[in-house]
């Protein structure tokens, strides 16, 4: 099962059959975004990149741009590499990772196989445990501030019209019944909630994929979530988060700047207001 075409940047997308000529090709790079597994077992050709490492030693904050910068080359990404990132398969840690290469500069240059390793396994294709070498790329990363929310400046939008704050959590997080180890719980006041998984579709349970370009459509404005709006999707650390950018982009919503602290943040600051139902 395919949507890409019901997409407005279905190419952000790729499918198994891609993945393979990918992996045959120079100037293409296929990267593991999983934190663990690698050496289990990879799709051939794969290089190990976890998301986790994109973010701050304090779980708050993206790593700064040297930094990244670094991770990014020695996975050997060039200026004008086409990266292909995949995960176990409901994407959450590669789209982590694409909204890290987005976010310093390399957009509509990275692609997410949708389903990732089990629709990758599902078709029956091979794993393989050899490490690979890559040559060290020259990717330098660039912050570009449009596709990122800071605390202060999500303060200072709360009674802005023009933005929408999107709660990608669950909804009992939402709600303040699930503090996760956080001094506050609720959400952000005016936040909207859509949780992140509401995007995938487990029709094939073992195969997650991402809903239709029209269903997403849907959930989205009847959250509230317009494209004629500023969108501020946030979580517990931008992960979940991330990936709610991802199918935002993938419809072509054009102002999207996630809010990377989260909740990890502003429920654990004392200068921030909450909403509780």
């Known amino acids: 099962m395919s949507y890409v075409k019901d997409y407005t940047n279905g190419h952000l997308l790729a499918d198994v059959n891609e ?11 296929i990267i593991d975004a999983r934190t663990k597994g690698f050496e289990d077992g990879h799709i051939p050709g794969a290089v190990s990149l976890p998301s986790a490492l994109t973010k701050s030693k304090d779980g708050i904050g993206i790593v700064p741009a040297d930094l990244f910068t670094e991770l990014a080359q020695s996975a050997g990404i060039n200026a004008n590499t086409t990266v292909i990132v995949y995960d176990e398969g409901d994407s959450v840690q590669a789209t982590r990772l694409f909204y890290a ?13 949708n389903g990732g390793l089990a629709i990758w396994l ?23 501030p449009e596709r990122f929310t800071g605390k202060n400046q999500l303060q200072r939008e709360l009674n802005d019209t023009s933005i929408v704050a ?3 959590r669950a909804i009992d997080e939402y709600r303040g019944d699930n503090l996760r180890n956080n001094a506050r719980g609720g959400h952000i006041p005016g936040a909207v909630h859509l949780e992140w998984k ?11 994929i991402f809903k239709s370009g029209a269903v997403l459509t849907e959930q989205f404005e009847s959250a509230g979530v317009l494209k004629e709006k500023t969108v501020v999707p946030y979580c517990q650390s931008n992960g979940r988060g991330a990936h709610t950018y991802f199918a935002l982009r993938l419809l072509g919503y054009p102002n999207v700047r996630p809010y990377e602290g989260s909740w990890a ?10 909403s509780l139902p």
Do not use: C, M
């Not at 943040?265 to 909450?274: A, F, M, R, V």
């Open 198 to 208: 509401d995007a995938v579709d487990r029709t094939v349970p073992e195969a997650p």
């Open 265 to 274: 943040e502003w429920g654990n600051s004392e200068d921030t207001e909450i």
């Open 122 to 144: 599902r078709a029956g294709k091979p794993l393989s445990v050899e490490e690979t070498w890559q040559a060290r790329g020259n990717f330098s990363a660039t912050p570009h």
């Open 101 to 113: 290469l987005e976010y310093y500069g390399h957009a509509d240059k990275v692609k997410v196989l």
């Open 166 to 168: 999107l709660d990608t």
């Open 19 to 29: 993945v393979e000529r990918y992996s045959l090709k120079e100037g293409a790079i």
